[in-house]
């Protein structure tokens, strides 16, 4: 771990979020997957304390929703700092998950990404699915999937002005992070291609199809330049 990562970890940094959250951040200016890892464990710790209602990590920090007549902040706060200190890194058993994309759909910015980053579309699409992707969080919108392993060639920032509306299913690429549309929403994220994988769905159990610690493969069903 570089050594600007390694203080991030060893100095986290807790706020009230109202009277009954507390936001946990370790998180330094690149994500770290090994912090990401020692959070997973850190969660299944808090979640298991009296008071403690609710724990979602995000990326490279985490909420802990409680009780605050069952639960003293301050005391909260002191036994999340003395936890923390303990808590060692251990990969989530996640499943390995196979996701078609149809590259280059109607309405994408593929050809565009390619020309920015100076490569052919193929070679953009060859790189974006080379990685084993690593469901960091699951957040923002329901079901919607927060993926760390997106090589750094290709990060970029998000669109200046977003669209209103990011069609279900769009395969998106924002800043250092890709991510997969699981409904219909105004986003900023640059869209690659579809899927027909169904990331929520509020009549099934769960509703979201993907969780923390879920490695993710994007497989080329085909290119559409």
Do not use: C
Request: aromatic share 6%.
């Amino acid at each position: 771990m570089k050594a600007g990562m390694q203080e991030h970890g060893d100095n986290p940094r807790i706020s009230p979020e109202g009277a009954g959250a507390l936001l946990f951040d370790v998180a330094g200016p690149v994500f770290d997957a090994s912090l990401q890892e020692r959070l997973w464990v850190f969660a299944d710790a808090l979640r298991a304390l009296p008071g403690v209602s609710e724990v979602a990590p995000s990326m490279n920090n985490l909420m802990v929703v409680f009780d605050p007549l069952r639960l003293d902040p301050d005391r909260l706060e002191a036994h999340m700092l003395g936890q923390w200190k303990t808590t060692k890194a251990a990969p989530a058993a996640g499943r390995l998950v196979e996701i078609p994309v149809v590259y280059g759909n109607e309405g994408s910015d593929l050809a565009e990404v390619a020309a920015s980053k100076g490569l052919t579309v193929e070679r953009l699409v060859a790189m974006h699915a080379a990685p084993v992707y690593s469901v960091a969080a699951v957040g923002a919108m329901p079901g919607f999937v927060y993926l760390s392993g997106l090589d750094p060639a290709l990060a970029l920032p998000r669109r200046a002005v977003p669209r209103m509306g990011v069609p279900e299913g769009s395969v998106i690429i924002g800043g250092a992070q890709a991510g997969i549309m699981p409904l219909t929403a105004p986003s900023g994220w640059h869209i690659l291609g579809h899927t027909d994988f169904h990331l929520f769905d509020p009549m099934r159990e769960p509703p979201a199809a993907l969780r923390a610690g879920d490695r993710i493969r994007f497989v080329v069903k085909e290119i559409r330049a």
